[in-house]
Structures are given as C-alpha cells and as structure tokens.
T-cell receptor
Framework: LAKTTQPISMDSYEGQEVNITCSHN???????ITWYQQFPSQGPRFIIQ???TKVTNEVASLFIPADRKSSTLSLPRVSLSDTAVYYC??????????????FGSGTQLTVLP | GAVVSQHPSRVICKSGTSVKIECRSL??????MFWYRQFPKQSLMLMAT?????????EQGVEKDKFLINHASLTLSTLTVTSAHPEDSSFYIC????????????FGPGTRLTVL
C-alpha cells in the first residue's frame, strides 16, 4: 500500500497561495496521485490528478518531483470557502485492486479573513 | 460530467431494521463502485469494492453478511445495512469509476445513517 502522510492542519489567510504536501515514499510505478476536497457532511470532490511533473487546471496545480515520492497541491489565492479537508490519494485501478486506494488522514485547511 | 448521486441523503431507523442506500452514476457507466464509511473527524474507510455483475470484494473486518452490496447494473449499486445497530451509525459514501475516466473515482454526496 502506498501510504500517504500529510500535515494534520494548516492555516492561511484569504488571498494567499497555499501549498499542501503529501509524502508517499512507496508509490508504485503505475500509481496516480489524486487530490480531493471534502466539506463537512459531503462526499469528497475531485480537485486534480497527476502522474509526474506538473498538472494545472482551473482550480489548482499539482507538482510532482521526478522521484514521485511526494506531491504538492497548490491552491492560488484561497478564499474562506476553501476551508475544508484535503486528501491525497495514491493508487491505481489498473493494478486490479482498490486496496491501493487508501485515504490518509487528510489536511484540515482553515482560511482566515 | 462524472456525477454520482446517493439516496437517501439521511436516514434514521430503529435498531434491528435494515436500511438500503442507493448509489447511481448519472452520466457515465460505472464498471466499479466503492463503498466507504466515515466516522466524525475521521478519514474515509473503504468497506468494499463492487464490479457490475459480480460479487463485491470486502475489506478486512467488514462483515459481508451485514453490509450487502449489489451492483446489478452499470449505473446502480446498493448497500443494505442489515439488522442495523447504533454502532452502525455513520456517514456512508459511495464512489464510482467508469471506463470513460482514467484512474479517477467520483464520489456521491453521502448518506447519514442514524440508528436509534
């Protein structure tokens, strides 16, 4: 299992860029890295997914170094509504088992005014 | 695209009764669906994986006779909590993955189960 480690919590102020790093030292060759956002009493929402280098979409960027043992989710100019728990998920369906898709503890991001 | 719905959003039942939760993929065919359970202030715990037309695969420690999963079609999976007890009270979330999306699972909004 590609166990993930994230900071338990982070605080930021509105308008700042927030970077959340996830460690996954035993990531497998065919594993993807996916980040989700979860608000209380809601299902996780897909943010971004990547395999290597950098991926950017309309809400975030994902930076993955060459060794792929970590990844960093970057949220530009956060607002109060970005206060949520962010999960890093590492695994691959192609390996034939969802057991590799284990959620870590997540990072509680609190955006302050 | 990639919308997953769950019904009901919340349910309250008496101890000993059974509760069925539906999970539907609305705009794609879900070859694989997953069921998770989440307790307050905790992360999601995978309960089982279901593939359309075959038996579900349960995670260690999850009683298959208590949590019945049926994935009868490419857009519907159901989780039935049989003989529910207060300790089964939790937030149940399903997710789905289809052939059209790559290594990504999309989650439903969750179902809050309270057993009295």
């Amino acid at each position: 299992l590609a166990k993930t480690t994230q900071p338990i919590s982070m605080d930021s102020y509105e308008g700042q860029e927030v970077n959340i790093t996830c460690s996954h030292n035993n990531i497998a060759t065919n594993d993807y890295i996916t980040w989700y956002q979860q608000f209380p009493s809601q299902g996780p929402r897909f943010i971004i997914q990547g395999y290597k280098t950098k991926v950017t979409n309309e809400v975030a960027s994902l930076f993955i170094p060459a060794d792929r043992k970590s990844s960093t989710l970057s949220l530009p100019r956060v607002s109060l509504s970005d206060t949520a728990v962010y999960y890093c998920l590492v695994g691959a369906f192609s390996s034939g088992s969802a057991r590799q898709l284990t959620f870590g503890s997540g990072t509680q991001l609190t955006v302050l005014p | 695209g990639a919308v997953v719905s769950q019904h009901p959003s919340r349910v309250i039942c008496k101890s000993g009764t059974s509760v069925k939760i539906e999970c539907r993929s609305l705009d794609f065919q879900a070859t694989t669906m997953f069921w998770y359970r989440q307790f307050p202030k905790q992360s999601l715990m995978l309960m089982a994986t279901s593939n359309e037309g075959s038996k579900a695969t349960y995670e260690q420690g999850v009683e298959k006779d208590k949590f019945l999963i049926n994935h009868a079609s490419l857009t519907l999976s159901t989780l039935t909590v049989t003989s529910a007890h207060p300790e089964d009270s939790s937030f149940y979330i399903c997710s789905a993955r289809g052939q059209e999306v790559t290594d990504t699972q999309y989650f439903g909004p969750g179902t809050r189960l309270t057993v009295l």
